[in-house]
């Protein structure tokens, strides 16, 4: 048997139920690993060794005495650290949490541990996952496991790196303009955001709520579906989640209507449009049509998506005051308004110019000028898209426009930075589901394939995403480390 | 006077509720030690969100109703930014109208009792702040302040009237109208401490509107008006400029005080609250609760003059206690007998609790119930006591909570009606009184006082009208 911290989620869970290792010895393999890797790495924030191993052990009890162990029994799942975790520090990779340990679970986290799954740990990411690079971590930038020199895509970084890199089984990730897509693209590994409302965004430290939700990040589409399907449901603590059926993995993929997004092929990298280009190919070969359509609206979306975002951003960041939680600041010597500017000096350079953009957009005079006039770009786009989607069953495209890059080298620029988000951001306006799938490599470097559906048509991606899984051979397991 | 304009802006806590407007918190927080009514939804804590309050939501329609505003299909929450200590998230959650309709109440009108119209501008639905407790000074001036976050997250209701009051009398009125509609409803109890708050805005002349915040009661909202329209027409009057500006109300030293902070330069960045997606109400949500709404004072004034044959003044004295008239209709459920209940309840009653407490929930934890007070009617009405009897009974019952006929029975308080008894009672009267008696034979005065000693010498419980029959008997027949 090859190493225990190389097995995928259900053959984690097979092995612990049928006994050929304990949830204990699962565990301390993975611990091994971390310990092996993560001075390269740097996935993890916070890593709860001890939970871990205290969970696997009332795991290996329970089986022992016979009791139902849950569908996730003894995987261990790094947890992006904008997820809130009972009585494990959740900083959001800014130093204005530094010292924040929240009294509570996020209801995913709590589906998880009902389900027998163990939280490992807390993973890097930008800071409040603003970033496409894990270069805003306040603490330190994640690297990728493909080629340590390279970005491992952001925000959820450290969630695409720990999967890739084996020190997880899985991870949740967060994905407001692409988060969870652009890791698991650069990392090679899959990564779904789901339509919005389907997880229950309670516990997710809010950077743009009307736009983001909570997603798997796997190894394997099989693990993906178990993940969706144990964190999905509505919750009567976000008024935003909404009741859905579940997906499940052995339907026959029928003759689907895809697209090829072409303003999405033509501004990308030439590597990345042949990969994706062969990738459609085999689409048709499964029985698809596939056919190259435009979306008219497209080249608002960035803008849009940017406007919303830190518009809602600086509305939601403005609680953190270090009143009643945060870092170590004395308050002598300040007055109320004063010691605020102080507290909220912390915040890193990406963070302040959202909350500076966010608050111009919203102010008085501005509001129908910019806030308004993205969210009727943004109805607007989601209105074309719903009708494209009358007519095809799924929208295909690169995830990102470009393979990783370096670190540094789009850091100095805001503008360039936010450029790789334009494929992604669609999904999230829109409200849709989107998975990116690993299809591919230019120089060694990671290439994944962007799938989005109808809201709620999670089913049709997964469908998709299994057979090309299985039809499409490329390397799975990265040498770099 | 010069001519006056006053707008006000009210906020009612929604007292009825059990929690508060979005977490499951209890909504009355008062009497509890400092943050000990919280949670990570209404303390702010990062990822929490907000979970609406249906009842919430129900209360503020009915206000709205009774204060004749429309209540729109679909309502929205926004959000309204501004940093301030008391305010865990550094942002209300809140309505707002100036994008479009969107709050619970809009394009009321209310009428005060000499029919004169009082337009709404709207209502709406918001979250309390925590509160500060300086320990002495303002907080600017002192390094730290305590903050409790108990009564952060409570419902409050918002009226916001246009300025349509032409004097500090016609405010009066109308807060005294709305209070009593407010607690007619069942939405808010005005007389907890700090359930209702009233902001002002004072013009003269057509000049600068003044605001003034900070008035904690409606008491002193017209003492703070009469205050700034003297300060207003002292400056006019000596030509000097009225300067637009936000003055706060000092309820020790009752004057108005410009304040330190520029609050009418706020942005405060309204956006529509992304966690509370638009709440359609449905066609069916105003009828139906227009079907459960208690009765307004007015309606249920004529009621009290109609069906139950009240006066307008004992009418008048139940309404303006609404505790008092819930109490009066839950008696009547037991025992119909709508004027001797009444009136029963707004002598020697009232004058009782009156007496007894000065809590606003006076009713809530008396040992007499509505049962006690139809038997004891049933007791009067019957001639078993008489009324003198009735009043000791029930001060009996006041302390103990036992059962009217049962205190009657252990006292032996119930009436004399027994002939050969108040005979006796009758010649001892005679024999002890005897220039009365002669006095009586001619003036009839001297013969109620001859009866008021029968009462009294049989401690009240003679019943009066066989006691007065035997001593005219006595008086003319002396031989008998």
Redesign the interface.
């Known amino acids: 048997m090859s190493n225990l911290h190389d097995l995928l989620a259900y053959e984690v869970v097979a092995g612990i139920n049928g006994g050929l290792f304990s949830a204990e010895e699962y565990v301390n393999s993975i611990l091994k690993r971390i310990e092996d890797v993560e001075s390269k790495l740097h996935s993890f924030i916070t890593l709860d060794s001890e939970g871990a191993l205290s969970a696997a052990k009332k795991i290996d009890r329970k089986i022992k005495e016979k009791e139902d162990t849950g569908e996730l029994a003894g995987i261990t799942v790094g947890i992006k650290d904008n997820i809130s975790t009972k009585n494990i520090r959740t900083t959001c990779a800014s130093k204005i949490l530094e010292d924040y340990v929240p009294s509570y679970d996020a209801t995913v986290i709590k589906h998880l541990k009902k389900n027998g799954a163990i939280i490992l740990g807390k993973l890097n990411l930008d800071e409040f996952g603003m970033g496409s690079t894990t270069e805003y971590s306040r603490y330190q930038p994640t690297h990728n496991p493909w080629n340590l020199d390279y970005v491992p895509g952001g925000s959820s970084g450290g969630s695409g790196a720990a999967v890739a890199a084996r020190e997880c089984t899985v991870s949740l990730g967060s994905d407001t303009g692409g988060s969870i897509r652009c890791p698991a693209s650069f990392c090679s590994v899959v990564g779904l955001k789901p339509t919005y409302g389907r997880v229950s965004r309670y516990g997710l430290i809010s950077y743009a709520n009307s736009l983001e939700q909570i997603g798997p990040i796997c190894r394997s589409v099989r693990d993906l579906v178990m993940m969706v399907n144990i964190i999905s449901g509505k919750d009567e603590m976000d008024n935003t989640s909404i009741p859905s059926s579940p997906i499940t993995l052995n339907n026959k993929l029928g003759k689907l209507n895809v697209a090829i997004i072409k303003e999405l092929i033509t501004g990308s990298d030439h590597e990345v449009s042949r990969t994706i280009y062969s990738a459609s190919e085999k689409f048709k070969e499964i029985g698809c049509t596939c056919d190259e359509i435009s979306i008219k609206n497209l080249h608002y979306a960035l803008p849009s998506y940017y406007t919303l975002a830190s518009a809602e951003a600086s509305s939601n960041l403005a609680r953190y005051d270090n009143i009643r939680y945060g870092f170590d600041l004395p308050v002598e010597e300040y007055k109320w308004d004063t010691y605020f500017s102080k507290v909220r000096e912390n915040f890193g350079e990406e963070v302040k110019r959202r909350i500076l953009i966010g608050s111009y957009v919203l102010s008085s005079g501005y509001y129908s000028k910019y806030y308004l006039k993205a969210r009727r770009l943004r109805s607007l786009l989601r209105l074309e898209l719903l009708t494209l989607f009358k007519k095809y069953d799924l929208l295909i495209g690169p995830t990102m426009p470009i393979p990783p890059f370096k670190f540094g080298e789009k850091i100095d620029d805001p503008i360039k930075m936010y450029l790789v988000d334009i494929n992604t951001v669609i999904a999230n306006l829109a409200g849709i589901p989107a998975i990116s799938l690993p299809v591919g490599f230019s120089n060694g470097l990671p290439i994944g394939l962007q799938i989005m559906a109808a809201p709620f048509e999670e089913q049709k991606l997964i469908d998709a995403s299994y057979d090309l899984e299985n039809s499409i051979n490329i390397q799975r397991r990265t040498n770099a480390i | 006077m010069s001519l006056v304009m006053i707008g006000l802006e009210i906020h009612a806590q929604i007292t009825a509720l059990n929690s508060k407007l979005f977490c499951s918190c209890r909504g009355n927080y008062r009497e509890l030690g400092p943050n000990t009514n919280i949670c990570?939804i209404c303390?702010?804590?990062?990822?929490?969100?907000?979970?609406?309050n249906q009842k919430a939501i129900e209360y503020s329609a009915m206000t709205s109703l009774a204060l004749g505003c429309k209540v729109p299909d679909k309502i929205m929450f926004y959000?309204k930014?501004y940093?301030y200590?008391d305010l865990?998230?550094?942002?209300q959650i809140t309505q707002y109208n100036v994008?479009g309709y969107s709050s619970i109440g809009v394009d009321g009108i209310y009428e005060l009792d000499d029919a004169k119209q009082i337009r709404i501008s709207r209502i709406q639905l918001e979250e309390d702040p925590g509160r500060i407790a300086y320990s002495e000074g303002s907080?600017?001036v002192r390094?730290?302040v305590l903050?409790d976050?108990n009564r952060a997250g409570v419902a409050l209701i918002e009226i916001v009237t246009e300025p349509d009051f032409t004097s500090p009398k016609e405010v009066r009125q109308f807060l005294n109208k709305l209070s009593l509609t407010l607690e007619h409803i069942d939405v808010c109890d005005t007389l907890l401490e700090g359930s209702v708050r009233c902001d002002v805005n004072v013009s003269m002349e057509g000049g600068n509107k003044v605001e003034i915040k900070n008035i904690n009661s409606f008491r002193e909202v017209e003492k703070a008006i009469n205050y700034e329209i003297a300060r207003q027409s002292s400056l006019y009057s000596r030509n000097l400029k009225i300067e637009l500006e936000t003055r706060h109300w000092d309820d020790r030293k009752k004057i108005t005080f410009k304040s330190r902070s520029k609050e009418e330069e706020h942005?405060y960045?309204?956006?529509p609250e992304?966690?509370?997606?638009i709440i359609v109400l449905g066609n069916d949500f105003v009828s139906n609760l227009k079907k459960r709404m208690p009765d307004l004072p007015n309606q249920r004034f004529e009621c009290f003059v109609s069906k139950y044959k009240l006066s307008e003044h004992t009418s008048n004295i139940l309404i303006n206690d609404k505790k008092l008239a819930d109490f009066f209709e839950a008696t009547l459920k037991v025992h119909f007998s709508p004027t001797e209940i009444a009136n029963f309840l707004i002598t020697d009653f009232k004058s009782l609790i009156e007496d007894d407490s000065e809590s606003t929930d006076y009713l809530k934890n008396l040992k007499v119930k509505p049962e006690h007070i139809a038997e004891l009617v049933k007791l009067i009405e019957g001639n078993k006591i008489s009324r003198i009897t009735a009043k000791d009974i029930l001060v009996k019952i006041f302390e103990s909570g036992m059962l009217p006929s049962e205190v009657m029975n252990n006292t032996n308080s119930y009436k004399i009606a027994d002939e050969k008894t108040l005979m006796d009672a009758v010649q001892s009267v005679f024999d002890k009184e005897k220039s009365a008696v002669e006095d009586a034979k001619t003036n009839s005065e001297a013969i109620n006082f001859l009866l008021g000693k029968v009462m009294k010498f049989t401690n009240g419980r003679a019943d009066p009208k066989i006691a007065m029959r035997i001593i005219n008997n006595k008086l003319h027949n002396p031989d008998k």
């Open positions: 990570e303390c702010g804590l990062p990822g929490s969100l907000p979970v609406i959000r930014n940093f200590p865990p998230k550094n942002f994008y907080m600017n390094n730290s903050l976050y942005d960045r309204y956006f992304p966690d509370i997606p």
